[in-house]
């Protein structure tokens, strides 16, 4: 049972154009959510986060969206750099249970080409 | 700057042998964690504890064992390797904050089990 979804296994962008990487969540117990990004041979690192009362939060060249009705967030890089190429898991933690665990994401692999 | 250690980077183990992995971080957080991470399946949790000498199962404990004696340590065993147990090891610690200010996660351990 997949509770935080990501169905892009994979995303390919330009550099400089716009990168949207999506996630689906099941639990409306989440009020949580965080995007790590992970390098290969590198642990994940944290990237941004949002709280269930907000709909939106920036840094920098990083903007996640979320729309609890849908519960649908989603992460967007403006503009994608080469730097950016990486695999990008989405997180949701909830309130319900002790210490609230992240769950993650399946994770998708975005390429930015030069 | 702060670290999570995992004591080794590759691991090839004999299927049968009992194996050891080894996380220790130098934050004083109260909650670790030890996910792996598997293609198209993403980071799912093996064990996670709160305090010393607590644990809590993941959602795939079965074939896995830990150990918190220390604070800083946590320990990952697989009491009896099989090669479906190949896989990326993530170890990751927080403080008590249901991962609200993000997991600080390791560099990984690829296991590889012949």
């Known amino acids: 049972d997949q509770q935080v979804k990501q169905n892009s296994p994979s995303l390919s962008v330009q550099e400089g154009r716009i990168s949207i990487l999506n996630c689906d969540y099941t639990n409306s117990m989440f009020d949580y959510f965080l995007w790590y990004k992970k390098y290969p041979a590198e642990g994940p690192t944290f990237l941004i986060s949002i709280s269930s009362i907000k709909d939106k939060n920036e840094d920098g060249r990083f903007t996640v969206f979320l729309n609890k009705s849908a519960k649908h967030l989603s992460l967007h890089i403006v503009p994608s750099q080469p730097g950016d190429s990486a695999v990008y898991f989405c997180?949701?933690?909830?309130?319900?249970?002790?210490?609230?665990?992240?769950?993650f994401g399946q994770g998708t692999e975005l390429s930015v080409k030069p | 700057d702060v670290k999570v250690t995992q004591s080794s980077r590759y691991l090839v183990k004999r299927t049968g042998e009992k194996v050891f992995l080894e996380c220790v971080q130098d934050m004083d957080h109260e909650n670790m964690f030890w996910y792996r991470q598997d293609p198209g399946l993403g980071l799912r949790l093996i064990y996670f504890?709160?305090?010393?000498?607590?644990?809590e199962k993941g959602d795939i404990p079965e074939g896995y064992s830990v150990s918190r004696e220390k604070k800083e340590r946590f320990s990952l065993i697989l009491e009896s390797a099989s090669t479906n147990q190949t896989s990326m090891y993530l170890c990751a610690s927080s403080p008590p904050d249901r991962g609200l200010s993000g997991y600080t996660f390791g560099s990984g351990t690829r296991l590889t089990v012949v």
């Open positions: 504890s709160y305090d010393v000498k607590m644990k």
């Open positions: 997180a949701a933690s909830g309130n319900y249970n002790q210490g609230g665990k992240l769950i």
